[in-house]
């Protein structure tokens, strides 16, 4: 409970600052969309052949259709960066909730003292995942910009479109989101309520039998609905291109995260004196994990983007090409962040139990995710007009005050040691 | 020079340990200890330094990755530079994709195959190398511990060493030092 008290006020902290942001991200979001607004809709029922192109292509535009193309850009801007922050935060939570399934389905020794960290940062798996559902709906419904597909405009336009819109429009696309997101929410909810039960439990293992059960269908409902969801949230931003990868490509992305966060967490709780049953190796479980899952994700990376740069297929290489062009800087800039850096800062094994390495790592991870997850969105919603400024870094901002304040409110609802985890008494001697 | 050295047998690896830790406490000099399998933690109770294996196995897995480069560089940009298929062989930089494969694969063999030809020369293993094993029940259920008593009282060391459970004790005179 002390725990949490502190965290709260911690998370609150962050909390005005954010708030502050907000109203900064609003005005800026106004300036571009409210400025622009008008003429946007004025040229769009006007019919103009160059709005027909998706965002990705680079066509030779003259006069008034370049001009467009760069206003649904800037106009894409602000909405882009509060869907990459809103998509980076969830799928924090998303990747803690799958970390935290393998763990009871693999019946992990070590863990166990971890799962209350990792409940609570799953908690914002709901607000996060109710945001990110509305901007998505709003998307879908095209509201604003960000998917081309949902501009019927535009696909009237597209035969490669049309071809697709049985899977990419609005309702079902909804629909499914819906789906996923509930099915997430609702293994989340059983598992932590199994947790608590389990807590009550002395005399048996029920609860821990069940949240086994739950937690080994909820990965393989968990590996399906990851693929379709970044095919349906990510991959059809660009949705001319396409690639079989993307789904595990995201997902160690999204894994990555979430286990750098556990491990940030757990230092800053185990710092302030709440963990005491936390010792250095489970800190040293945690980098190993950081470390292995960022080479995993390179390993990915760098299958995609060799297999396409080797074929050079023009239908599927436009995708790197815009991105080599004109995201030099980010694009490369995250492989020596995710990739470099994690390698030689992590491989040795006494750095990994030195605490201000690992946070020191794991925050050149968060930020080298988040730029990954940016390299997948803005291209394709902004392209050349791309910058890291106020709308980005303040909707980064809204959604770390929102995910650190739901996250250490969570950590206040229930003891931070699960006692009634058959395999507690291992983990609390874990040592490695 | 001939020395003396008392081979204390035991039977379990927890009275090995606790044995171990009883004579480093008295300062005796533990020469070998031979087990059949890994006691997890031996080493740290006989106080044995940390193995630098890996520190190794991290630079041959350097001298790996930079054959590779400078044979791919050397070959396929500067001594004959190609089209082959369109791939851009300019620069080593600009073809660089394609080097990846091998570039890994051969820090990967670099590392692992020199870092096993250095643990078995480290630790003396060869074909045909005479076996250094002072008691056959070693290999299959006998923990052997040998220490050193040139310079210790006989009776009194081997009377300590029967008090921390060994099961047997023998007083070997050695003609040299077999390491």
């Given at each position: 409970?002390?725990?949490?008290?502190?965290?709260?006020?911690?998370?609150f902290?962050?909390?005005p600052?954010?708030?502050?942001e907000?109203?900064?991200?609003?005005?800026?979001?106004?300036?571009?969309g409210?400025?622009?607004g008008?003429?946007?809709?004025?040229?769009?029922?006007?019919?103009?052949?160059?709005?027909?192109e998706?965002?990705n292509?680079?066509?030779?535009?003259?006069?008034?259709?370049?001009?467009?193309?760069v206003?649904?850009q800037?106009?894409?801007?602000?909405?882009?960066?509060?869907?990459?922050?809103?998509?980076?935060?969830?799928?924090?939570?998303?990747?803690?909730?799958?970390?935290y399934?393998?763990?009871?389905?693999?019946?992990?020794?070590w863990?166990?003292?971890l799962?209350?960290?990792?409940?609570?940062?799953?908690?914002y798996?709901?607000p996060?995942?109710?945001?990110?559902?509305?901007?998505?709906?709003?998307?879908?419904?095209?509201?604003?910009?960000?998917?081309?597909w949902?501009?019927?405009?535009?696909?009237?336009?597209?035969?490669l479109?049309?071809?697709?819109?049985?899977?990419?429009?609005?309702?079902?696309?909804?629909?499914?989101?819906?789906?996923?997101?509930?099915?997430?929410?609702?293994?989340?909810?059983?598992?932590?309520?199994?947790?608590?039960?389990?807590?009550?439990?002395?005399?048996?293992?029920?609860?821990?039998?069940?949240?086994?059960k739950?937690?080994?269908?909820?990965?393989?409902?968990?590996?399906?609905?990851?693929?379709?969801?970044?095919?349906?949230?990510?991959?059809?931003?660009d949705?001319?291109?396409?690639?079989?990868?993307f789904g595990?490509?995201?997902?160690?992305?999204?894994?990555?995260s979430?286990?750098?966060?556990?491990?940030?967490?757990?230092?800053?709780?185990?710092?302030?004196?709440?963990?005491?049953?936390v010792?250095?190796s489970?800190?040293h479980?945690?980098?190993?994990?950081?470390?292995?899952?960022?080479?995993?994700?390179?390993?990915?990376?760098?299958?995609?983007?060799?297999?396409?740069?080797?074929s050079?297929?023009?239908?599927?290489?436009?995708?790197f090409?815009?991105?080599?062009?004109?995201?030099?800087?980010?694009f490369?800039?995250?492989?020596?962040?995710?990739?470099?850096?994690p390698?030689?800062?992590?491989?040795?094994?006494?750095?990994?139990?030195?605490?201000w390495?690992?946070v020191?790592?794991?925050?050149?991870?968060?930020c080298?995710?988040?730029?990954?997850?940016?390299?997948?969105?803005?291209?394709?919603?902004?392209?050349?007009?791309?910058?890291?400024?106020?709308?980005?870094?303040?909707?980064?901002?809204?959604?770390?005050?929102?995910?650190?304040?739901?996250?250490?409110?969570?950590?206040?609802?229930?003891?931070?040691?699960?006692?009634?985890n058959?395999?507690?008494?291992?983990?609390?001697?874990?040592?490695? | 020079?001939?020395?003396?050295?008392?081979?204390?047998?035991?039977?379990?690896?927890?009275?090995?340990?606790?044995?171990?830790?009883?004579?480093?406490?008295?300062h005796?000099h533990?020469?070998?200890?031979?087990?059949?399998?890994?006691?997890?933690?031996?080493?740290?109770?006989?106080?044995?330094?940390?193995?630098r294996?890996?520190?190794?196995?991290?630079?041959?897995?350097?001298?790996?990755l930079?054959?590779?480069?400078?044979?791919?560089?050397?070959?396929?940009?500067?001594?004959?530079?190609q089209?082959?298929?369109?791939k851009?062989?300019?620069?080593?930089?600009?073809?660089?994709?394609?080097?990846?494969p091998?570039?890994?694969?051969?820090?990967v063999f670099?590392?692992?195959?020199?870092?096993?030809?250095?643990f078995?020369?480290?630790?003396?293993?060869?074909?045909?190398?005479?076996a250094?094993n002072?008691?056959?029940?070693t290999?299959?259920?006998?923990?052997?511990?040998?220490?050193?008593?040139?310079?210790?009282?006989?009776?009194?060391?081997?009377n300590?060493?029967?008090d921390?459970?060994?099961v047997?004790?023998?007083?070997?005179?050695?003609?040299?030092?077999?390491?």
């Amino acid at each position: 409970m002390i725990v949490g008290l502190v965290g709260l006020v911690i998370g609150f902290s962050q909390r005005p600052g954010s708030i502050e942001e907000v109203k900064e991200m609003m005005a800026s979001h106004d300036a571009h969309g409210g400025g622009h607004g008008d003429s946007q809709i004025k040229e769009n029922h006007g019919g103009d052949e160059g709005h027909g192109e998706s965002a990705n292509e680079k066509d030779a535009h003259g006069g008034d259709a370049h001009y467009e193309h760069v206003l649904h850009q800037l106009q894409n801007k602000p909405w882009a960066s509060l869907y990459v922050a809103a998509f980076f935060f969830f799928m924090i939570a998303l990747g803690v909730l799958a970390f935290y399934a393998i763990q009871f389905a693999s019946q992990s020794g070590w863990s166990p003292v971890l799962f209350r960290v990792m409940e609570a940062i799953t908690a914002y798996l709901v607000p996060g995942g109710i945001i990110l559902f509305v901007i998505l709906a709003l998307s879908g419904f095209h509201i604003n910009h960000l998917f081309v597909w949902a501009d019927p405009e535009v696909v009237a336009h597209d035969a490669l479109l049309q071809g697709k819109a049985s899977w990419l429009n609005g309702t079902w696309f909804i629909i499914r989101a819906a789906f996923f997101l509930g099915g997430w929410i609702l293994y989340r909810h059983f598992a932590v309520k199994y947790s608590r039960l389990q807590d009550e439990d002395t005399t048996g293992n029920k609860w821990y039998k069940k949240s086994f059960k739950i937690s080994a269908a909820f990965l393989v409902f968990f590996i399906y609905t990851e693929s379709m969801m970044s095919w349906d949230w990510i991959m059809s931003f660009d949705p001319h291109w396409f690639s079989t990868l993307f789904g595990w490509y995201v997902f160690a992305s999204l894994f990555v995260s979430g286990i750098t966060t556990i491990a940030l967490v757990t230092i800053y709780l185990k710092s302030k004196g709440y963990l005491e049953f936390v010792n250095n190796s489970h800190i040293h479980d945690l980098a190993k994990f950081m470390f292995g899952i960022s080479i995993f994700w390179t390993y990915l990376w760098f299958s995609q983007f060799m297999l396409i740069w080797y074929s050079n297929i023009p239908e599927e290489v436009t995708y790197f090409i815009t991105r080599i062009e004109d995201y030099k800087l980010p694009f490369f800039g995250m492989l020596i962040m995710n990739f470099i850096f994690p390698l030689l800062v992590l491989m040795n094994s006494d750095f990994k139990r030195v605490n201000w390495f690992v946070v020191m790592a794991g925050i050149i991870i968060l930020c080298g995710h988040y730029i990954d997850v940016f390299n997948m969105i803005m291209p394709a919603t902004v392209g050349k007009s791309w910058f890291i400024g106020i709308s980005e870094i303040s909707a980064v901002l809204l959604f770390l005050g929102l995910f650190l304040f739901v996250v250490f409110r969570a950590l206040t609802k229930a003891p931070l040691l699960a006692k009634g985890n058959p395999y507690l008494e291992e983990s609390k001697h874990f040592h490695y | 020079m001939a020395s003396k050295v008392i081979h204390a047998l035991y039977i379990d690896d927890d009275i090995l340990m606790d044995a171990v830790k009883k004579v480093r406490a008295e300062h005796y000099h533990i020469e070998e200890v031979y087990t059949p399998f890994p006691v997890h933690g031996l080493d740290k109770a006989m106080g044995l330094p940390h193995t630098r294996l890996a520190i190794t196995a991290f630079m041959y897995g350097c001298v790996g990755l930079t054959v590779a480069i400078t044979m791919m560089n050397y070959i396929m940009i500067e001594d004959w530079p190609q089209d082959i298929g369109g791939k851009p062989s300019f620069s080593y930089l600009e073809n660089m994709p394609a080097f990846v494969p091998i570039m890994f694969e051969l820090t990967v063999f670099f590392a692992a195959h020199l870092m096993v030809i250095t643990f078995y020369m480290r630790s003396k293993l060869w074909p045909f190398k005479k076996a250094e094993n002072p008691d056959v029940r070693t290999t299959d259920d006998h923990f052997l511990m040998e220490v050193n008593a040139s310079n210790h009282d006989v009776e009194q060391l081997t009377n300590f060493l029967g008090d921390t459970g060994a099961v047997e004790i023998k007083i070997i005179d050695k003609e040299e030092d077999n390491h």
